[in-house]
DNA sequence: GATAATATTGCAACTGGTTGCAATAGCGAC
DNA sequence: GTCGCTATTGCAACCAGTTGCAATATTATC
């Protein structure tokens, strides 16, 4: 279903704003951050205000039309919903980054359930760790993180 | 292992700032977030900046000697490593945090190493859902969640 | 106890993100 | 097409946290 649909079944208005919010994340592969997508949208509409993609942001996130997942990078980034839930396997060493299909903690999900009662709800998880490739591999040079904070 | 003895083994200055944030950390039996640290080590010295305290959790993190901890709200918490290393479940409708053994991730971790040759590092997590005892119970009043972002 | 090397601090400016509020604009009703 | 209601925006100020840099203070050595 169309992301304008959504919105507007649910009673939001369907402003230049956070149609370009939509547009944004729609038009991109890989997970965007929101000041690319604040970036993207100031190239149509150089009076936006990041305040407003923040927002949209949150509603999109909301209705379930985006996912919104944090890499651990001071930032958080997103992905149109349609590509699917996933959780990831973040590698600290090389910085790959793998999918995980949400399947992966069904397991934990019950057990939780049985032993606690507790209904755990897992949204898009970045789980840090090492990655098959560097395991073992010490003090290997790092060739790059996809997303890392650059300082 | 005392942190004063571990902080100078490791041939870091055992600076009055440092010696206050820690006693603070260890004082405090809920977890403690940084704010309230340095409302603490104020009280001692109202000189104190709170870049410094940012900066002494950090280290003491890295050392091992303090625990961190996203509960959602908006800001990290903090607690000595003495008392163990755990996740938490935190019931998103009564705000309830329930301590969970590290050894509940143990299953995961291993079906992630031998599907995925991936070695996770669960840090301390703070698993969001819903509790036993809300489970079921729809609209209850929310008796007000410990942590919880006031606005 | 004084000296020197340098780790640490305080400061100010910055980051990503949030929020209260007045002004604006989308949309349903006419 | 105009009107009015109110959702949404832009703004500015704020929050938690980080960082570069000059000034300061801890510690080892004498």
Known sequence: ?????????HGYRLTPQRLM?????????????????FDRVRKSYPYANISTVYR????????GLVVETDFGE???????AEKGHHHHLVCR???????????????????LVHERGFEAEFKHL????????CRGKVRKVRPGHP????H
């Open 74 to 80: 001071g930032r958080l980034r997103y992905h149109h």
């Open 1 to 9: 279903m169309s992301c304008h649909k959504v919105l507007k079944e």
């Open 56 to 63: 949209t942001l949150e509603l999109l996130k909301e209705l």
């Open 21 to 37: 919010v939509v547009d944004a994340v729609h038009s991109m592969d890989r997970h965007i951050s929101a000041e690319e997508i």
């Open 93 to 111: 060493v090389c910085g790959e980054v793998a999918e995980l299909p949400e399947s992966a903690l069904d397991g934990l999900q019950e057990k």
């Open 147 to 150: 997303y890392r904070r650059s």
């Open 126 to 133: 970045a789980i840090s760790g090492v990655c098959s490739k």
